[in-house]
């Protein structure tokens, strides 16, 4: 199986409802968030790729639109989690490039999340 990633940044904030007031996450904050698409498959293009890296800049246009610098309880229909945020992301590339096999999306250099059908 070949498999290519791509990673994409952008800054946004959230809050967390129904979290107890001391937990950070359900005060207003923000994140520089990281996106990782992962493409694979069994056999490469005419041209060699498993999808050209340029294609995937639709997904940098997306999110420069939709999420950079937004308040993504605005922007999404549930809950602001890293794990919605993958499979959101998740979603659109796969309809964009069936050969999607994963998103991931770190809030932190420590935390992410993933999601991978």
Not at 14 to 20: E, K, M, R
Not at 58 to 78: C, G, P
Not at 79 to 87: K, Q, V
Request: net charge negative; glycine share 4%; with cysteine.
């Amino acid at each position: 199986m070949y498999r290519i990633t791509k990673e994409f940044h952008f800054s946004a904030s959230h809050q967390l409802a129904h979290l107890p007031d001391d937990h950070q996450c359900a005060r207003l904050h923000g994140h520089n968030y990281v996106v990782v698409v992962e493409l694979a498959s069994k056999t490469l293009n005419a041209d060699g790729f498993v999808r050209d890296y340029g294609e995937l800049k639709e997904l940098k246009a997306y999110i420069d639109s939709t999420f950079d610098h937004r308040h993504l309880n605005d922007v999404m229909d549930v809950a602001s989690t890293g794990e919605n945020m993958a499979r959101h992301f998740y979603d659109w590339c796969a309809a964009v490039w069936p050969e999607t096999a994963a998103v991931k999306v770190s809030e932190t250099p420590k935390t992410w999340a993933e999601y991978r059908p």
